[in-house]
């Protein structure tokens, strides 16, 4: 979930200054060779004012518009730094047409040359995005920073509230995997403001604040360290934060939590008294690993196998996969993927590997320990967690929302699994509920399949609606 370069869970831009007189804005193009396959990467370079931004395109991948963590030049020298694959490109611009330099990801690391393209960018069409708010706003919208207990990572985030309103509810945001900015930027869409600014507009309060390492929110010490966990108590100082405003009422403040933001909600509703209650979309009902399995599954095996065949192939996909959660350390993991590996081999030394999958050999699967080198703590939390001990404490009132167009936490028993565990709690105040025809980011799709870039709806209405009005109903 968190930190996965197959998904391209990016966000926006903390800008360095540029103190070269030549212009290094424009579109820059490259390519790497990837297990003997080219794959080309194209860079968009900006300014506004003396802050620079950029974002990149990975075509093969069907993945534009993708924005960085951080672009900086000083005098010659490039960094562009991207957190969510745990990534960067650092190179030496030449002041005019080339950049000699270095990208890397994990472990992973390769020479790159980037040229500047005289052409218009090769990329699709840009898709208008209607959803995104835009000023005036009939609500008042506040940049606001605050610290955590210990003052080790300092947040920035936009607090809207209603205008000629007391007394209404106030949400925290809490973003899904990847390290994302406050608006939950992805493919052009800003989804996290969409549903802020639909939430504010109904008459309720909202922070959405940026993740750790984007926008305006420091990273923190040791960030290869960090899990869920962390993340929670973020979400805890979001909390105290919103408690020191005097306009806000702290009986009823809540949490909305997507993705895995759906995991970190219940986890704090669990301990913190100061919640009121909660929302869960795509929040998930089983254990980690049983997501990251099926996330896996489709990843690497080939679509429409025969019953057989698929399941010769997920107990390969499944147990390659489990060293992750035993183990932070890269080399320990590939050397059990490699016992593994051999093993299934041996039981299946009559199967051809190019009939199940859509990449053979083990070199996959090492490629994906490296991906996530600086990023195996959190993965082993997130793999071993159980939504089930933490949703089975809480009492409060819930609502779990699921599209069943979502191929990354599957809706039916994600959702069957929050309703067990509410049961269990014994809770009488929560409704779950699958919306047809969503997908992951709660957009309208045509089919499970389509990618969330090309579709112009940021948020669907039917799932704006829900939420504010279930929020809405708790006061009335």
């Not at 959190?378 to 939504?387: A, I, V």
């Not at 929302?401 to 039916?412: K, T």
């Not at 389509?450 to 709806?457: D, G, K, N, R, V």
């Amino acid at each position: 979930m968190r930190n996965k370069w197959l998904h391209f869970f990016l966000v926006t831009v903390l800008i360095g200054k540029n103190s070269i007189a030549q212009d290094i804005t424009g579109i820059w193009k490259g390519g790497l060779s990837i297990n003997g396959n080219a794959l080309p990467l194209v860079f968009t370079i900006t300014k506004s004012g003396t802050q620079l931004a950029s974002t990149f395109d990975s075509p093969a991948q069907n993945a534009f518009g993708i924005s960085t963590g951080s672009t900086e030049l000083k005098n010659d020298s490039l960094v562009i730094r991207i957190p969510l694959i745990n990534g960067s490109y650092t190179g030496k611009w030449n002041g005019a047409d080339s950049i000699y330099g270095t990208f890397q990801q994990g472990n992973f690391k390769a020479p790159m040359v980037l040229l500047k393209s005289k052409e218009g960018k090769a990329s699709k069409p840009e898709i208008k995005r209607p959803q995104t708010p835009q000023p005036p706003f009939d609500y008042s919208v506040e940049e606001v920073t605050y610290s955590n207990q210990e003052g080790t990572v300092q947040f920035g985030a936009t607090l809207t509230l209603p205008k000629n309103k007391k007394d209404f509810p106030a949400v925290i945001l809490i973003s899904g995997s990847g390290s994302q900015d406050r608006d939950g930027s992805m493919f052009n869409h800003k989804i996290y403001w969409v549903l802020a600014d639909h939430l504010t507009k109904s008459g309720i309060g909202v922070l959405r604040v940026d993740d750790r390492g984007m926008g305006k929110t420091s990273l923190g010490p040791n960030p290869t360290q960090l899990t869920s966990e962390d993340f929670a108590k973020d979400v805890e100082a979001g909390l105290a934060y919103l408690q020191s405003r005097k306009e806000i009422n702290a009986k009823k403040l809540g949490l909305i939590g997507h993705s895995e933001g759906g995991m970190i909600a219940p986890l704090v509703a669990a301990r913190n008294k100061n919640v009121a209650f909660i929302t869960l979309l795509a929040g998930p009902g089983v254990a980690g690993y049983e997501i990251w399995n099926g996330q896996m599954r489709r990843n690497f095996i080939k679509p429409n196998l025969n019953p057989e065949d698929y399941n010769i192939a997920a107990d390969l996909v499944n147990k390659m996969n489990s060293p992750f959660r035993f183990s932070t350390s890269a080399d320990t993991i590939k050397k059990k993927m490699e016992a593994v590996y051999a093993d299934w081999k041996a039981t299946n030394s009559t199967i051809d590997e190019n009939k199940l999958f859509l990449a053979t050999g083990i070199n996959p699967y090492k490629t994906l320990v490296n991906q996530f080198a600086s990023g195996l703590v959190w993965l082993q939390y997130f793999l071993n967690y159980e939504p089930f001990e933490n949703l089975s404490k809480v009492k409060l009132p819930v609502l779990a929302i699921n599209g069943s167009y979502d191929i990354q936490v599957l809706a039916n028993e994600n959702i069957n699994g929050i309703d067990k565990a509410l049961k269990k709690a014994g809770n009488k105040q929560y409704e779950v509920k699958i919306i047809p025809s969503l997908n992951h980011l709660f957009q309208t799709a045509q089919n499970p399949e389509q990618s969330y870039e090309s579709i112009a709806e940021s948020f669907a209405p039917i799932a704006l609606e829900k939420i504010s009005n279930w929020i809405l109903a708790l006061y009335k």
